[in-house]
């Protein structure tokens, strides 16, 4: 069965800082995995997908994931940080065996500062 | 930009009354979903729906929960007898195709008292 393991419940970072949002996944197939986003009171929003294609992925606004097989890691970075990146960050995987369902990981709360 | 709308934002029920929750999906999307999250835990997923029919469900998507999708638009998540236990933020989701990105709503907070 597939999951999904966020190293850190909460990341605090300085604004221009790099941000390093850690995760392993574990899946029975080739997976797909994702990063998504919460802002306080708002929906989930897609931040950038690996679908086995390019290792690595770029997503919006800066962000991006290596896929590491080897690790079984799908860690998420951006090279500077910006307050408004403060949010909850969840890391996702599909796998055909699963059907479509999407499994999300617990999240990591990144907290900036001025 | 065409987004997942969910109806009502905030909803607060008595232990044991029914509480449905609405979703407009993407128009042209065929995959729906509802995902919940219970404060401070994870999001988990409950139940998907395609072709007018439940394709996948969880073990908490249990007899007292139900789907429809009883027009052209509208999804449904019904809840015929809620607990204490199913407070939490509900989420519904659409997809394009079957491996494709999910979109989101910004949820359905559900408080049961």
């Known amino acids: 069965a597939q999951s999904v393991t966020q190293l850190d419940s909460h990341v605090s970072v300085s604004e221009g800082t790099p941000v390093l949002l850690r995760c392993n996944y574990s899946s029975s197939y080739s997976p797909s995995l994702f990063w998504y986003v919460q802002h306080p009171n708002k929906g989930l929003q897609l931040l950038l997908k690996?679908?086995?294609?390019?290792?690595l992925v770029k997503g919006i606004n800066g962000f991006e994931a290596e896929f590491k097989k080897s690790e079984t890691s799908f860690h998420l970075t951006k090279p500077s940080a910006h307050m408004s990146d403060a949010a909850e960050y969840f890391c996702?995987?599909?796998?055909?065996?699963?059907?479509?369902?999407?499994?999300f990981g617990k999240g990591t709360t990144l907290s900036v500062s001025s | 930009e065409p987004e997942v709308t969910q109806t009502p934002s905030h909803q607060v029920t008595q232990m044991g009354q029914e509480v449905i929750l609405r979703c407009v999906p993407i128009s042209n999307h065929l995959y729906f979903y509802w995902y919940r999250q219970i404060l401070g835990q994870k999001v988990e997923f409950l139940v998907s729906?395609?072709?007018?029919?439940?394709?996948?469900k969880s073990e908490i998507f249990d007899d007292q929960f139900s789907v429809e999708r009883p027009d052209g638009s509208n999804f449904t998540l019904k809840i015929r007898s809620t607990k204490l236990e199913d407070s939490a933020m509900y989420f519904c989701a659409s997809s394009g195709g079957g491996r494709g990105e999910l979109f989101f709503g910004e949820g359905s907070r559900l408080t049961v008292l």
């Open positions: 729906f395609y072709n007018n029919e439940i394709s996948e």
């Open positions: 996702v995987v599909s796998d055909r065996e699963a059907g479509t369902a999407l499994i």
């Open positions: 690996y679908t086995s294609a390019a290792t």
